[in-house]
Nanobody, 116 residues
Framework: QVQLVESGGGLVQAGGSLRLSCAAS????????GAWYRQAPGKQRELVAR???????NYADSVKGRFSISRDDTKNTVYLQMNSLKPEDTAVYYC?????WGMGYWGKGTLVTVSS
């Protein structure tokens, strides 16, 4: 059974930084790609950053130059480094990891609150 555990969310002042982590557990699990999404109150879930199995990355325009996605395959963990945070970044952040067998898994979400 695969489980994703997210951590690193919290309250930060505008201009600050946070690093989110998403660790996958489960027999034979290996990451074939990963992404971070977010959902602000009253809004739809949106893609923030994605990394493909080949290492290519893409970002939402609103976070380009401020956020960075990376992964550590030895730890089955994907990270989202968030710098220069803005109040509009406030949301619940969800990770989505794709396993080597092609199935995607969602984390339960971690809340990021950016105060002005």
């Amino acid at each position: 059974q695969v489980q994703l555990v997210e951590s690193g969310g919290g309250l930060v002042q505008a201009g600050g930084s946070l690093r989110l982590s998403c660790a996958a557990s489960g027999s034979y699990f290996s990451i074939n790609g990963g992404a971070w999404y977010r959902q602000a109150p009253g809004k739809q879930r949106e893609l923030v950053a994605r990394e493909t199995s080949g290492g290519s990355t893409n970002y939402a325009d609103s976070v380009k130059g401020r956020f960075s996605i990376s992964r550590d395959d030895t730890k089955n963990t994907v990270y989202l480094q968030m710098n220069s945070l803005k109040p509009e970044d406030t949301a619940v952040y969800y990770c989505n990891l794709v396993a080597s067998w092609g199935m995607g898994y969602w984390g339960k979400g971690t809340l990021v609150t950016v105060s002005s």
